[in-house]
């Protein structure tokens, strides 16, 4: 998720999300698939954002109360640019949650409380992820074939599916460990004292790779085949566990 406003890249982004707009709004098919991933759109970036909420709540900071962030509201959550493309490309970001790593606990340093605050969202997809998982295998066990020739049933089954993907998504591109991702708070804590110095020293040329692979569409090159292996798993184990 992005932790600065970066003018030119909203600009940037909102040209691209305006280009798809027209793609779909040309396609009815693709319209139809677009209003059915909305739930799942909602539901990613609002347990994401209040993971990390959450988790820094319990480290002992409590700007994420204070701003209204410590709910499950999803209107707390959204970013219009971010939360667009995360329904049509897979991937984006909710509105950050801001904290104060100078109100974590004592019990462990700033750095590790940053990593613990932002590894929660993408956790919390990726449960997510595996519940709807198992919903959506329950239901090819134990569903009646009237619900499989319904078209809610194949409307829920659907809806199910895609919900699996987004959280997938969002969990692994916010993995990515360039800034200003969750991926990038993750890693500082683990590296030497002269890497995190340079890391942290050049943290705006960080985010300037980040946004031109990302426009090229070189990120989702990247972890496309890493979402997909991920959500095959996932339906695997599931089926696995109903013995599908």
Known sequence: MFYQDKRTTYIILG????????????????????????????I??????????????KLGDDTPRMEGRLSLNPFAH??????FLLLVAGFGWGKP???NP?????????????????VAGPIMNFILALIFTIIYCALYKFAPISFFTSEIGNVVLLMLSVTISINVG????????????????ILIPFLPYNAKSWFIENERIFYIVFVAIWITGIAGTIISPIINGITGFLIKFGSLIFGL
């Open 15 to 42: 040209i691209m999300a305006l280009s798809l707009i027209v793609k779909y709004m040309t396609n009815q098919g693709a319209l139809l698939s677009l209003i059915l991933t909305i739930p799942g759109v909602l």
């Open 44 to 57: 990613a970036i609002t347990f994401h954002e209040f993971a990390h909420a959450f988790v820094a709540d």
């Open 78 to 83: 959204l970013d219009p640019v971010g939360s």
């Open 97 to 99: 949650v801001r904290v």
């Open 102 to 118: 100078r109100n974590y606990t004592r019990k462990m340093s700033m750095e590790k409380g940053e990593a613990l605050v932002s």
């Open 170 to 185: 969002l969990g692994v591109f916010n993995l990515i460990p360039l800034p200003p991702l969750d991926g990038s708070k």
